[in-house]
């Protein structure tokens, strides 16, 4: 596919505002309850754009990511209003969307006015795909979500070009390790040390982790014997339009 046919078809899907939401849970393992959902976006089925990945990128690419993100914070407040959904929403958004000069603080705020959704009841997650340059201004703006009363999550930790930085300077509520030091992790020595240097850290900090992607059974229960409480990925439920409000026993 051309980088014109890809262009005109993001054109298409901005214009339409045509992106699905799904939602995968976040389990809190000690009280067997959801604490949350992260909202998922995904292009047309029949799209080029369909994957997350390819969206994104090219969105980045045409400079419209800013446009691209606040229309799926859109989908996803008015997907989990409509669907009654309890817990925290999880929204992405990227640092340099953040950093955008076209970015106008207000937006996400207003968004959940109109759908009645509680601030505090969202947590602002930071994906990585970039380096993040500007550490000070993104404080600044992070600062101005936790005024209005949003938590702040970090995602794929140890995997972007400067996450344990990022920790360090904005202090998340949430950090979400990412899944490559999760997948295997009952057979690997060395993802385990490095887990349990991130708990001592979040203990420190007083953040929450989260484990995101675990496939497996056998990787859960060593995550769950080393004291991680808060699990996301396949294993538990997959990305869905309609997920399950209840956690599975």
Known sequence: M???EQLSALDRILAHGDISTLFQPIVCRSEQRILGYEALSRGPSNSPLHSPLTLFAVARHAQR??????????NACQR???LGLQGKLFLNVSPE???????QPG??????QTFGIPPSQVVIELTEQSPTEDFALLDNALHHYRAMGFSIALDDLGAGYSSLRLWSELRPDYVKI?????????QDAVKREFVGSILKMARASRAQVIAEGIELAEELATLIEMGV??????LLCRPQEQPPRDAQK
């Open 65 to 74: 990511l800013s446009e691209l993100e606040l229309l799926c914070r859109r």
């Open 178 to 186: 990412d899944r490559h030091f999760i997948d295997g992790i009952h």
């Open 229 to 234: 409480d808060l699990v996301q990925g396949y």
């Open 107 to 112: 937006r996400t705020l207003k968004l959940l």
């Open 2 to 4: 051309t980088v014109t």
């Open 80 to 82: 989990f209003q409509q």
């Open 97 to 103: 969307s953040l950093l955008d000069p076209s970015h």
